[in-house]
């Protein structure tokens, strides 16, 4: 049989604030962490804003020496990771073996700005003046590899590269690892600082990114005039565990992951199959895995992108899987908030949805203004409500076809 598994603790770096609690206060208020980029030149660029995460300090959360020898990907990760054990109460050595706690944390990108860095200074003071440690701040991986060392985290160690859908696959799949008895607690989710010239640069050139420079309506997604998404930078955190392992120590429990549904569309590298034929079968699995009915859902965290086919392929998967139920979900974007934080997104969509179980308030889509005809379930249009929530179902659609969903319920 297998085991249960609950959230006990969360930990977030977010354009929003710098720890989850921030980030939920603004998140529920339908406040913007949208702004004009500020890291390089955006003169020669038609993209303008951004969401940047703010006055983040690495040294308030590792040693400052080695925080030089990370990527900005990984300092967000390792701060987000501490900030979460913190809050579960956890003590790798004490409460829990070293041997019983792994990590799985994804990321989209990795450490692309230290690569663009490095190569200047390659182009323009030779090889010999190359950082020595420019491999192990670039690879995807060495988010989770410095998270488990950090904490002293001797299980399972992994990285999910799924671009958009990375930390969904990552908590995904440490959700499995648990519910396998392979371990008793995991360190997932996801982080990302790809606000970066190049990734600019192509995002741009695919015509992916909203060329509106104005923060504060750049990124809204479901309306009709949307124009592309807002890249952004983060990481978000779960602390998983094993259900007696939780109850048995007193832990504070946030939720219980009771779904992960995961496919391919085959069809595309950027673009979603027709109708979200993908993102269905994510769905379906997820709901199937949960062993719920689609009428036990309250309300979905869409992936929601503002771009134009992802938010018109994701409504239409939407009703098909729930099928006139769908007009009684509420459906909402917190990336009109965020940005989309590509590999980090769906880890603070995760701690979103854990509050939205425990404090009874969906999040509005800000910024949904006009009406797209094409676009017709509640998206909690600028307002957030109050209600009862039990079950959220949340979506991640990356480039390369990969759709995850997971499903978090109320815990009994």
């Known amino acids: 049989m297998k085991k249960r598994v609950v959230v006990t603790g969360i930990g977030a770096i977010t354009p929003l604030g710098n720890d989850a609690f921030t980030t939920w206060e603004n998140i529920k208020n339908g406040v913007s962490g949208i702004a004009p980029i500020t890291k390089f030149d955006m003169e020669k660029f038609n993209v303008k804003v951004g969401g940047e995460v703010k006055e983040f300090n690495p040294e308030d959360y590792m040693d400052g020496k080695e925080a030089k020898r990370m990527g900005r990907y990984t300092q967000f990760a390792v701060a987000a990771s501490k900030m979460a054990i913190t809050d579960a109460g956890v003590k790798v050595g004490d409460n829990i073996s070293a041997e019983r706690i792994g990590v799985w944390i994804g990321s989209g990108i990795g450490g692309l700005d230290e690569f663009e860095t490095q190569h200047k200074r390659f182009l323009d003071k030779g090889p010999r003046r190359v950082n020595p440690f420019i491999i192990p701040m670039l690879i995807p991986d060495m988010a989770a590899g410095r998270v488990s060392i950090e904490l002293g985290a001797k299980g399972i160690n992994n990285c999910s590269v799924t671009a958009c859908a990375s930390g969904a696959n990552s908590i995904g799949d440490a959700f499995r690892v648990i519910q396998n008895g392979e371990v008793d607690m995991m360190v997932a989710g996801g982080t990302e600082a790809a606000i970066t010239e190049m990734t ?9 990114l909203s060329t509106n420079p104005d923060p504060n309506s750049a990124s809204r997604p479901f309306d009709k005039n949307r124009d592309g998404f807002v890249i952004a930078e983060g990481a978000g955190i779960l602390i998983l565990e094993e259900l007696q392992h939780a109850v048995a120590r007193g832990a504070k429990i946030y939720g219980e ?3 992960y549904g995961a496919t391919g569309d085959a ?6 199959a027709p109708n979200g034929e993908g993102g269905q079968r994510a769905m379906k699995l997820a709901i199937s895995d ?25 409504t239409k998967a939407i009703k098909e899987v729930f099928g006139n139920a769908a007009y009684q979900l509420k459906v909402s974007s917190t990336k009109s908030m965020t940005g989309h934080l590509l590999g980090a997104a769906w880890a603070i969509e995760a701690i979103f949805s854990l509050f939205i179980i425990n404090e009874g308030i969906i999040p509005p889509t800000i910024n949904l203004e006009t009406k797209d005809e094409e676009l017709d379930l509640d998206y909690v249009p600028n307002v957030a409500i109050k209600q009862d929530v039990n079950v959220v179902l949340s979506n991640s659609l990356g480039f390369g076809g990969h759709n995850a969903s997971l499903i978090f319920k109320k815990y009994e």
């Not at 600019?200 to 992916?208: C, D, K, L, R, V």
């Not at 069809?267 to 979603?272: G, N």
């Open 257 to 259: 992951l009771v779904g």
């Open 290 to 314: 949960a062993g719920i009915t689609p009428e036990q859902v309250d309300y979905i965290n869409a992936h929601g992108t503002s771009t134009y086919y992802n938010d018109l392929y994701e």
């Open 267 to 272: 069809y595309h590298i950027t673009t979603p």
């Open 200 to 208: 600019i640069a192509g995002f741009s050139n695919m015509t992916a």
